[in-house]
């Protein structure tokens, strides 16, 4: 039965994690552990396995697509890998109740940024005038370099202590900080996933071991890849913000029921 449903699950947030670049990691665990009846922590760790990989197929299609700037990705990822180990450390000690809670707020968090990000003209950025795709005159000061840590270090947290890809955070930051538009930060911020998913989970086998159950995970897997690749097709045909107003809603509507359920347990 867990094989049946990892199919069509792995199929939706690798759908939005390629069109999106945000938002599909975090439906993960809900789905573990809802649906597929893992753990809060083995969930949170076969998550970071699955949306790394998810978000590795990802980069290849948005890179082909031209929608991807590698090095300031790999920049941005590495950035946040301190974060992600730390994240990864307190996730091991916290309640698997309370970890859903938060887990709740995060996704709460994460669908009204979506939804405000729609309805936000860009500013101007630390890569020139904001958000055309385009940048012109390159400044680097104190200012964006703090803002660019700070982003990096909050993404690694959340990537390690709840076992999302932080992409509903990169994305706007990419866009605000970096002045891309959001074809290219939603394929740049795939980059940040992957380091990110990567240090969380190697920081996870290291110091307290993990079991996975391999043939559900390879399912579920392969068709969030499938997902991504067809994601990054929907990108570039549908409005960015139709997508994200409708994953809004669902991300809050998933929220709502977590937070019931492990306010319940508590």
């Keep these: 039965m867990n094989l049946l449903l990892a199919l069509p699950v792995g199929l939706v947030i690798g759908l939005s994690l390629g069109a999106l670049g ?11 552990v ?15 396995l699955v949306v790394g990989g998810a978000a590795l197929a990802g980069v290849g299609a948005h890179w082909r697509a031209g929608r991807v700037r590698l090095v300031p990705g790999l920049v941005f990822g590495v950035l946040g890998a301190a974060g992600s180990v730390l994240g990864s450390q307190a996730s091991a000690l916290a309640d698997p109740n309370v970890l859903l809670l938060g887990f709740a707020g995060l996704m709460v968090a994460a669908g009204v940024a979506m939804l405000r990000r729609g309805h936000k003209r860009p500013r101007e950025s630390c890569g020139g005038s904001g958000g055309g795709g385009v940048v012109t005159k390159p400044r680097v000061d104190i200012a ?8 990096a270090t909050v993404v690694g947290l959340v990537t390690g202590f709840f076992g999302v890809g932080g992409g509903f955070v990169v994305v706007p930051a990419l866009v605000l900080v ?3 538009d959001t074809a290219t930060a939603v394929g740049t911020s795939l980059v940040v996933i992957v380091i990110n998913s ?17 043939p559900m995970l390879g399912v579920f897997l392969a068709a969030a890849v499938a997902g991504v690749v067809f994601g990054n097709r929907v990108a570039s045909r549908v409005a960015p913000e139709k997508l994200t107003k409708a ?10 029921y977590t937070a019931a359920r492990s306010a319940i347990q508590l």
């Design 34 to 48: 809802y649906l597929l009846g893992q753990s809060p922590h083995e969930a949170t760790t076969t998550s970071l």
């Design 178 to 180: 970096l002045g891309y």
């Design 198 to 214: 990567a240090v969380a989970l190697g920081t996870r086998v290291m110091g307290h071991g993990a079991t996975f159950d391999w």
């Design 144 to 151: 964006c370099a703090v803002k660019v840590v700070a982003a």
């Design 247 to 256: 994953f809004a809603v669902m991300l809050l509507a998933v929220a709502l």
């Design 22 to 32: 945000a938002g599909g990691s975090i439906l993960t665990v809900p789905a573990l």
